[in-house]
Nanobody
Framework: VQLVESGGGLVQAGGSLRLSCAASGSAFSITTMGWYRQSPGKQRELVALISLIGSGSTNYADSVKCRLNISRDNAKNPMYLQMNNLNPEDTAVYYC?????????????WGQGTQVTVSA
């Protein structure tokens, strides 16, 4: 599957951004999608996950709860990350992730990333 992110940019503290991740070309079912971020000198960390099976449950990192919302309406629509009340600590490259389930097992796929910069 190919993942293409968009929607990053520069925003002032307290502002909002919406990231999009479009998935295409998957020959297998995608079980989970999510957003991760990486700041300079830090490891990539989980931001939010959404299950594409069952009830579509979501999970968030403690640092972003109540400020960020992950969503995906159906398989034809992109996955979104609505980010509100942003602060400089949210500055990072944000990566879209999808987990494919194939007969050989589960495979993790990544997008190229989109930069989010929050100014004080």
């Amino acid at each position: 599957v190919q993942l293409v992110e968009s929607g990053g940019g520069l925003v002032q503290a307290g502002g909002s951004l919406r990231l999009s991740c479009a998935a295409s070309g998957s020959a297998f079912s995608i079980t989970t999608m999510g957003w991760y971020r990486q700041s300079p000198g830090k490891q990539r960390e989980l931001v939010a996950l959404i299950s594409l099976i069952g009830s579509g449950s979501t999970n968030y990192a403690d640092s972003v709860k109540c400020r960020l919302n992950i969503s995906r309406d159906n398989a034809k629509n992109p996955m979104y990350l609505q980010m509100n009340n942003l602060n400089p600590e949210d500055t990072a490259v944000y990566y879209c992730n999808a987990v494919e389930r194939s007969p050989l097992g589960f495979f993790s796929r990544w997008g190229q990333g989109t930069q989010v910069t929050v100014s004080a």
